[in-house]
């Protein structure tokens, strides 16, 4: 191929064509970008945008009532009161608050230590290492939460003398005993995110320049100097990533405290998270302007963590573009 | 690993790494330590899927109940999966699977055909509109996709497609992350001059992204698949949300909690009325089979998430 070419002599050589580069005819180049562009465009509205701007026209919409099932018309921010003014809405973030506390800063150390020890360790040990790491987060979900219903209930879990020995007879006791949720629940999203985040950090390290790592062992630095000293600083904006999009992720726990309420025959609360009362007031309260708001409401929330995440933590070099 | 062994080999002096030094036992003892405390749960779950059901209630079978494994055991719970479902939906946890396999391929399929291009574009070409675009994908990317989920209802409620399968592949096809991966692998793997010299070789914006971009893209493209089709594939909450109508259109991951709440250890009411016994190594043997395509997707993709070839070739 003539391309070739002509690009490998082009990308050995100096940087020569930085001037036809400027010269180019940018509308050909902005047409060509909108057209690779039309197929995620269009996603972005069907997935992202047109969903956001309904449930906002939904939120101001007049909630029905049981007189009056069909009710329609402009509501003002009735519903935003409304969900507001609601006894579960400033538990449910209290309840996630719980659980950040407890599972955030574990899971950030243990995704960087594993991450490390693994890029420390090539070859066959390290891969398998690895793999072992990711099966539990490869489980996801329903199947996660499936492995914590066999932990955790003492009549056959392999930890059962412990439960036993804390005075647990049930999985329902286990689970619903107060406090022990946001623990349980932190658990559950370490073991099923790890695995994960050590395969995506582990990524940021491999793509390091061999040089550089080199370079730090010719100079003499020990393997425990390399990770500290070169490795760390190099993956700080991968540290960063991991501890946003984790922190937010903790915005949508639903699965598990849904689940785990399941398997508690109900005896958990059913609206402990902000995502369970807006699925509740859609679902069980038939009330969209007010399950609407309230995802208008968790929408906002997690657009500022994402705003300082892109804007604010030098994760992405928004600025350069 | 291929991507292992085309590193270079160590400069000379790095021998001393190779010595069994406190430094190293101390890591390799730690990281197995990790991995089997990873493993024990597992094992003895897998050990529940294979065991039968007076012999896990019973608690025989010894460490981890590794002695209670059996083929009558994995036979009968298959059996009782396979009979879930009913005469309107008979077999239907295969359904299920099927549903999911729908699903998790078709909007991987859609999450491709979007992300590659468009990672292309925003980080090769030079428009007006692009740090908007990039910006609101990266917001959509680092927002959790549960989020959208009750707008989405809303959306899909509107146009009266609640309960059917392909709104939710579509949704599944808005991939954000997908196109942040294409992004950064174009960013780091193709050099601007390469989309100079095809210029310059006469090539339109189409025909560089075809014919230049896309055969160097494997790596993207292994990494968009792999996370596209675990993210739809674990996917609990818009499938729940989008789906629970019906219960012959459910995903995997809403049908288990189906089967969660027939099961007589959590809901003996409901699990009084059923022919089906679903216990412990029922429940268990679901999940795990349902797992299965997870685990073949990574062992496919592994060496693709380790490191790049084109990554590497351009760091030279």
Redesign the interface.
Known sequence: M??AT??E???SGR?A?AS??RR?R?H??????????L???V??L???L???V??LY?SVQKSPTLLEPNKTGFGGLAAYVKVISDFRFAQSFKDIFSVLVIWLPIMIVAIVG?AL??H??????G?I?R??????G??????NL??W???L?P??S?I?GVLHGLGFTT?KQVVATPGDLAVILAAMLL?QGL?QWV?TV??GL??L??DVL?AA??D?A???QLAWHVKLPMIRQWIGYAA??NL??G??L??EPY?LN????GALPSEYAP?QL??WF??VGSD?PA??A???I??II??A???V??FRSGL?S?EE? | ?S??TS??P??P??GA?RRWDA??IA??A???V??LT?????V??LT?ALSTDNG??A?TGGF??LGGISLAGIQHSWGQIIAYGGSDTPHVYLTWIGNTLFVAIGGGI?AL???L??G???AR????G??L????????M??????????????VN?VNAVGKLWPVA??M??F?FG?YLSYIHFR?AM????V??????G????AI?Q??ALPISKQAVALVAFFSF?AN?????LPL?LL?SSFGTQT??VG??SL??SSP???PTTAAGLSVKLY?PE??LA??V??VP??IV?IVA?RF???GQT?GAV?G
Not at chain 1, 29 to 35: D, I, L, R
Not at chain 1, 138 to 143: D, F, N, S
Not at chain 2, 233 to 237: H, I, K, M, V
Request: glycine share 8%; net charge positive; no cysteine.
């Open positions: 003539t391309t002509t690009t002599a082009l990308v940087r064509p036809v580069h180019r940018p050909k180049e902005a047409w060509g970008a909108w057209t690779l562009m197929p995620y465009l996603l972005l069907v997935g992202g047109v969903p956001i309904y449930a939904t594993l020890l693994v420390a360790s090539p070859g066959r040990f891969s290492m793999f072992i790491y990711y099966i539990p490869a489980l996801g979900g329903v199947a499936m492995l219903v066999y932990l209930n009549s056959q392999p059962a999985i073991l695995g395969v582990n990524g491999n793509s320049p061999d080199e062992s010719l003499g020990n393997a425990w946003l999009l937010a992720y915005f949508q639903f699965l689940l399941q398997v508690a025959a995502t807006g699925y859609a679902f969209f399950a609407a309230m995802s208008i968790i929408v997690t657009l963590i994402g705003l995440v892109v992405f928004v573009i | 690993m991507a292992m590193r270079p160590r400069a002096g790095a790494v430094g190293r890591r390799i730690f990281m197995s990790v991995a990873f493993l024990y749960p597992l003895g779950f529940v896990v209630a608690g981890l109940g859609l055909l979007a992300a291009p468009t292309y574009a925003l070409l030079r428009f007006r692009k740090k675009i990039l910006v609101i994908t990266l917001l959509a680092v927002m959790p996709n549960t989020v959208f989920v009750i707008p989405l209802f809303l959306e509107a579509v949704i096809g808005f954000p196109v780091t050099p601007f001059e390469l100079e010299a095809a210029r310059i070789d090539l339109g914006e189409i992204f014919r230049i675990v594939w674990t996917n609990f909450f949300a629970t995997i991951s288990i909690q969660i709440s250890l959590f809901n412990m429940l268990a999940t795990v349902s797992t997870l685990l990574f592994q998430l380790i490191r990554l760091k």
